[in-house]
């Protein structure tokens, strides 16, 4: 079994949307398969690297969209990262740099490489811009998709 936590800055845009979104491949995937054991073993959830917003739901603008693909974020309320995720999850993935700066420093550094960005997964690594100060969810979406796809295709095998 395969652990994810995905981590943004506030844990309401882009960390869930990439949450979400994964877990709606794999369901997916599982139902399209011939046999749905072979599918990949995930267990999927996301963090915040900040307090800002601990106990929020989900941002309006990540509902909306992820509701037009027919993913739902009911029940979804943002936590922190801790220092004890380190040790549960094999992959800490983040949305930006920034977010990598802020893991590292709650982890206490990175022995055992498992902190990465999302696009690092694809063949345009970099970092995937918050909608909360774009406004632009459609092309959160467009990466969050891209990264969790490649994600799913170099993990979920």
């Not at 949305?95 to 022995?111: E, K």
């Amino acid at each position: 079994m395969i652990k994810i936590l995905f981590i943004c800055h506030g844990n309401i845009c882009r960390s869930p949307m990439a949450e979400f979104v994964l877990k709606d491949m794999i369901e997916k995937q599982r139902k399209a398969s011939s046999n749905p054991s072979a599918c990949p073993e995930m267990v999927v959830a996301s963090a915040a690297t900040s307090t800002e917003e601990i106990g929020n739901p989900v941002h309006h603008g990540t509902r909306d969209i992820l509701r037009r693909y027919g993913i739902d974020t009911s029940g979804k309320y943002a936590r922190q990262m801790t220092k004890k995720d380190y040790e549960e999850y094999d992959y800490l993935i983040g949305m930006d740099q920034w977010n990598i700066r802020n893991m590292l420093r709650i982890t206490g550094g990175d022995p055992d490489n498992k902190i990465c960005r999302l696009l690092d997964f694809t063949d345009s690594p970099g970092d995937i811009a918050d909608p909360w100060y774009t406004g632009d969810f459609e092309a959160t979406y467009r990466d969050v998709l891209k990264g969790c796809q490649a994600l799913l295709a170099k993990k979920g095998n």
